[in-house]
């Protein structure tokens, strides 16, 4: 299922991971194990945010996907499911017996 993985960084943990310079390497392991469809890079709220669009096969890979963030960054991480345009399409027809 295609997810958006919100996650938010805490201020203060951030700012050291970038001061040690381990906040890219952090950032970097953490999409290779995602393998994301897209992942976008701003500020929601004055906090540094990411918007991660990746595909979960299984509810277990909730703890390998968000531990990264919460243990090394103290950052708030937020799953929703989500569709692209052909998703959307599909469950339209499906609403109307297609």
Do not use: C, H, W
């Not at 392991?29 to 701003?42: G, H, I, M, S």
């Amino acid at each position: 299922m295609r997810m958006l993985l919100k996650v938010q960084l805490d201020t203060p943990t951030a700012n050291d991971a970038i001061t040690n310079g381990t906040l890219p390497k952090t950032i970097e392991n953490a999409l290779a194990n995602l393998r994301p469809e897209a992942a976008y890079f701003t500020t929601q709220d004055g906090i540094r945010t990411a918007f991660i669009f990746f595909d979960m096969q299984d509810p277990s890979q909730m703890p390998k996907t968000g531990e990264p963030f919460f243990l090394e960054l103290g950052a708030k991480v937020q799953y929703t499911p989500v569709m692209n345009v052909e998703d959307l399409r599909k469950g339209l027809a499906a609403l109307n017996g297609g």
